[in-house]
């Protein structure tokens, strides 16, 4: 990404044009540079219109990360936001500041990542402006071997904050995908580090599709959705989401901290997609295993009623029984 780009973007809307002549002007740099930065914000997926005569706007309504915006609200809960325009992964860059000693609640967003990671080795994809992609440091007391459910408390909150901002659909996927309709509308990717026997340290990353998720899904092999396509574009401040999913994570998680997954089964279990429908996972060993998936116990595993008896998943990934994992 050239180093402009984003300065340049940022003078643009989505509410009306402006010109090229007027965006150079202002941030003393030459036409030629804002004309570039409109085709690369193209190849990086954010859709900019150009009009002769009346200039550029943004064919969608992208909110900027704004620091003041949610900066101060999770600072109250001891939250500390820094905020990049572009780095390879959240993930990376905070398990890097936690391995030189940044402190607990550390949060980390950028606008753009060179190399979004998703679970399984996975990349995670979002076009420029279209996604909301963050990571937090939460240091434990306890071993990492201590901290079963983790997972899904996260995916529960993330759930809990799309319904409360009118997203009645947001389901959770075990252990923690964001489903709306059976299309993935958000992804959690945790990183442990430190001593597995002592004190842990868990990097909480989290990526929802926020804008443009059309663009996305050719290079995807499973349906995925984005908030526009439920909230409708204007309705969405990826600012106010940042802040509202990073203080229900910092609730969620200092309760986690006290209590462990138990007191939140039942509400994961209500918000559960696949909640008493027939399954399938796919174990790290290649094995396909069909039930019923009747929920959760209070460690986190998934708990599904087979030809066997009933079975406890760790580990895994639950598909709908005859569809692909
Ligand atoms: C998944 O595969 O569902 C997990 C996706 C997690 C993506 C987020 S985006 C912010 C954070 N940084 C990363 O590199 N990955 C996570």
Known sequence: MTPHLLDILRQLSHDEFRSGEEVARRLR????????AVHEAESLGLRVQAVRGR??????????????????????CGVHSQRLDTLDSTNA???LLAQSGAPHKSLVVAEWQGKGRGRRGRIWLAGLGGGLMFSLLWRFNRPASELSGLSLVVGLGLAQVLRDLGLQGAAVK???????????????????????????AAIIGVGVNVLGAESL???????????????????LDRNVLL?????R??????????????PFRLDWQALHAHQDQSVQVLTGHGERIAGQAVGVDDGGALLLATERGLQRFHSGEVSLRGAAA
């Open 29 to 36: 740099i030459s036409r030629a540079s804002v004309h570039n």
């Open 217 to 235: 899904r050719p290079a995807l092999d499973q349906p995925v959705t984005d908030l526009s396509e439920h909230l409708g574009p204007h309705s």
């Open 249 to 262: 994570l910092n609730d969620h998680l200092e309760r986690f901290e006290r209590d462990g997954f138990a």
């Open 55 to 76: 200039g550029y706007r943004l064919a969608l309504p992208v909110t900027w990360l704004d620091v003041a915006s949610f900066a101060p609200p999770l600072s109250a």
């Open 93 to 95: 860059h905070l398990m």
């Open 243 to 247: 802040r509202e999913m990073a203080a």
């Open 174 to 200: 075990w252990p923690n995908d964001i489903l709306v309709d059976g299309a993935k509308l958000a992804g959690v990717l945790i990183e442990l580090a430190g001593d597995m026997l002592g004190p842990s």
